[in-house]
């Protein structure tokens, strides 16, 4: 079955720079990346996802980037705000063959002011 | 609006007390499951149900029960609780499996 590995577990950066967070999967028949962001004491919540048919999609400061070759996805947040703050989950599944939704540990990802 | 709703969102009982969590959705979603979420070990999959009268083991399954007599709910049983089942729980719908996840509120479960 499918395995997603996610890098790094926890991420301190300064506002305003950049975050990057990393996914691996091992089935290379998935073919949905979604991430969700998870604030402290809520539900995960879906921010942006991608499908194998494209390599990269940006929604304001918020990228996902995906490369099938080498199997792995990535999540780019720039000009970080404190409401970045929380915990960001990368999945992986392969949808036509309704696989279930496979979820990486988390990242904690902390805004410094 | 379109929501899935648990029930209760906080719960502190005692060892081999039985309990049900409730899971409601109104999005009309055929896939439906439960997740246990624990630090440091991510969302993990307890149960999941496919459609109607459709369920399934997910990877941590032992000691729970569920059923899906209606396709809108979807109740997490506890027969007889463990204080290892001290843990934040999550139900999600989906349209299908794979598909993307709306989660519900959670519930925060003390077993003691």
């Known amino acids: 079955g499918e395995n997603v590995e996610q890098h790094p577990s926890t991420l301190s950066v300064q506002e305003g720079d950049s975050a990057v967070i990393k996914c691996t999967y091992s089935d290379s028949a998935s073919n949905y990346f979604p991430w969700y962001k998870q604030e402290l004491g809520k539900r995960p919540q879906l921010i942006i996802d991608i499908r194998s048919n494209v390599g990269e999609k940006k929604d304001q400061r918020i990228a996902v980037t995906l490369n099938k070759t080498a199997k792995h996805f990535s999540l780019h947040i720039t000009e970080t705000q404190p409401e970045d703050s929380a915990v960001y989950f990368c999945a992986a599944s392969n949808i036509q063959g309704a696989q279930k939704l496979v979820f990486g540990q988390g990242t904690r990802l902390t805004i410094n002011p | 609006e379109a929501q899935v709703t648990q029930n209760p969102r906080y719960l502190i009982t005692v060892t081999g007390k039985k309990l049900t969590v409730t899971c409601s959705q109104n999005m009309n979603h055929e896939y439906m499951s439960w997740y246990r979420q624990d630090p440091g070990l991510g969302l993990r999959q307890i149960y999941y149900?496919?459609?109607?009268?459709?369920?399934d083991k997910g990877d941590v399954p032992e000691g729970y029960k569920v059923s899906r007599k209606e396709k809108r709910n979807f109740p997490l049983i506890l027969e007889s609780p463990s204080p290892n089942q001290t843990s934040l729980y999550f139900c999600a719908s989906s349209s299908y499996r794979g598909d993307t996840q709306y989660f519900g509120p959670g519930t925060r479960l003390t077993v003691l």
């Open positions: 149900s496919m459609n109607v009268e459709v369920t």
